[in-house]
Structures are given as C-alpha cells and as structure tokens.
C-alpha cells in the first residue's frame, strides 16, 4: 500500500483581507508588497513542488476529494453559521472571526480543504491507502464550531474524525497536534469527550495567548482526555523530542487508539516568522518516525496527518519533505539546506536541562 498525499490547486486560491503579517492595514500599518496574512499558498505550493522535483510524488498516491458536504460539516458546526458562511462567501466574501478573511467562493474552498482530510482519513481506515497526508488550506485546529479564528474556517480534522465515526470506521482517536500554535479549537470541540484525546505541544502564550494550560485536562467524561504541552520559546529539537518519548507516546499507549491523527503545523521550525522555537527538519522527520512505528504498534499502522501552519515559504518544503520520507519509507531525500546552520543555533545544555526540568513537572501532572 502506498502513502496518500490528498491536495487540490482550488486552495492554494483561497485569499481575501487587508493584513500586513497578522495586523489590519490603517494608520500607520503599511501594506505590504509581497501581500497579507502568513497564511499564503506559497509554503503549501513550494512544499507539493519540492516533492515532484525529487521524484517523490510518483511514489505518493497523489490525489484531490470531493468537498465536504453541509450535512459533513453541520457534524461540527452549526447550521446558523455554515449558512451566514455560505451567503458572505457567495457575496463578496467577508471576515466572520478573528483573522479569518476570505474571497467570494472561499466556503467552497473550505469544504474542500476539510474535505482533503476526511477523504484521508477515510482512506486509511478503509486500508486503501497505508497511511496519508491533506495539504489542508485554509487549516483547521483553532476554529471553534462558531467562531473561525487564527486563519482557520472550519475545523478539518474535527470534521474528518465524525465523519469516520459516522461511517462506523473507528471509535477511538488520538488527536497529536505540534503546530507551535494551541489547537484550541479542537481541544473545545472534543473537550468533554472520551473517545477522542487530544494532545497539543506549543509555544507557551503565543496564539491564543489564554488558552493550552498544563491545567486544562478536559470536562466531565472528557476529563484526563486533553494533554496540553506549553513549552517556553526557544525549545528545539532535543526538547521536543523529549515531550514526545516521554508525555505524547505513552499517553498513546495508554489510549489504545483504532488511529493517530497529527495536526501537523510546521510553524515549531527555527525560520517561522510567529514563533520562536528552534526545530529543524530533522525534529519533524524524527517526531514522525516516533508516531508512524507508534501507530504500527498500536493500530495496525494507521496514521494520517492533516496540513496547519507554517510559514517560511523556504524552509517549510523540507520540513514536509522530511516527514513525506518517514510516512513513506522512500529512499529519496531533500537535504535541509540549512542544516550545519540549525544545528548550531540548538539551545545548550544548560537550557535543555532546564527544559528537561519542566517536562519532568508535565510527566507527573499528566501522568502521574
């Protein structure tokens, strides 16, 4: 079975809003040449022609999906809202949140972009495919069911997972979200739950900078359901890879999902212009080598991995490269350019200890 790699070029078109990096153009913001939000098609675009230039996407069940239904996406949000959506996007397009802008025609490109991660989903659990990756955009894991915010619409891998329990594919789902941002949207969706847990690693206080507390463990049946990881700015790859191996995996183990879904933002890499943790290419290869034998072990190998951030239109292409190697065990690389550079930009050893303190303080809140 190959690896899936679901994107469509219709969302690479999604736009609209006058921002200068995340600030409204007025008064004194000046606009900006190059164009608006971070959230561009470029880093999505470079990172799909990064693969066919290697060779890799011949190796890739590469394909697009339809978009998501209404019924698909009321699952997750209300109707109120999908119509309000639907009659702005038919319009002139609009801003329904925080940061969220979009184009006429952008609630069709987002019930595509959630529809490239149910179609993902599906198709692992089905076992047409061994494992898969949605080029998601816009992204999904901070919209909340009526409140789009931090350029996400609708909430893709929310959607994609009741889908998938409709269809009666799976019952138990584990949700790793290392986008450097809180997946504060899917932590609220699923927050009362127990057949979903939700594990986010982020940059402590950056977006939303009121919400990722070590404390926030879930609700009612959903309490000790919902693992939140903030790490201070600065951490790298050591770091990361410690709050892997010792909080996400064995709280893995303990789940016993029927599947591992990643939210996989590559905004934790050392050049992103809104964060400030310093994770190189190899962190992501090596964070998904950890999670793909995890889910070997413990379902059958399902794993499927939903697009979020990232923004260095650089470097973001071989960060997804690294990870497309590891899901797909293909013997074709894309050398990280900057390599020798990350490398010796890695904290030192007395800041990795200190680091190292904090997650032994998580490990005995999370897991006792």
Known sequence: MQTGFFY??????????HYALTFPVAGLVQPLVSGGLPEAPETKRRFKNLLEVTGLSKELAM?????????????????????????????????????????????????????????????????????????????????????????????????????ARAAQLAQRFVVIDWDVHHGNGTEHIFYERDDVLTISIHQDRNYPTNTGALADKGKGKGLGYNINI???????????????????????????????IVACGFDAAIFDPLAHQLCTAETFREMTRLVRDTA???????LMMSHEGGY??????FCGHAVLEEMSGSALTAPDPMAQVVTARQPAATTTAFFSGLIDEMVKEHLG
């Open 63 to 163: 394909q697009s999906a339809r978009p998501c239904t209404q019924d698909e996406l009321a699952r997750v949000h209300p109707l109120d809202f999908l119509n309000k959506f639907k009659e702005m996007s038919d319009s002139n397009g609009g801003e329904l949140g925080l940061r969220t802008p979009f184009l006429k025609g952008g609630y069709e490109i987002a019930a595509l972009s959630a529809g490239l991660s149910r179609a993902a989903l599906e198709d692992v659990l089905t076992g047409k495919l061994k494992n898969a990756y949605a080029l998601s955009r816009p992204p999904g894991h901070h919209c909340l069911p009526d409140w789009p915010n931090g350029f996400c619409l609708l909430n893709n891998l929310a959607i994609a997972i009741e889908a």
């Open 8 to 17: 469509d070029e219709q969302t690479f078109w999604h736009g609209g809003g």
């Open 296 to 302: 070997e072990r413990l379902c059958e190998g399902r």
């Open 230 to 260: 903030p790490l201070p700015a600065g951490a790298g790859h050591i770091t990361y890879l410690e709050a892997m191996t010792r909080l996400v995996l064995p709280a893995c183990e303990a789940f016993q999902p029927d599947v591992i």
């Open 312 to 317: 260095s239109e650089v470097y973001v292409p």
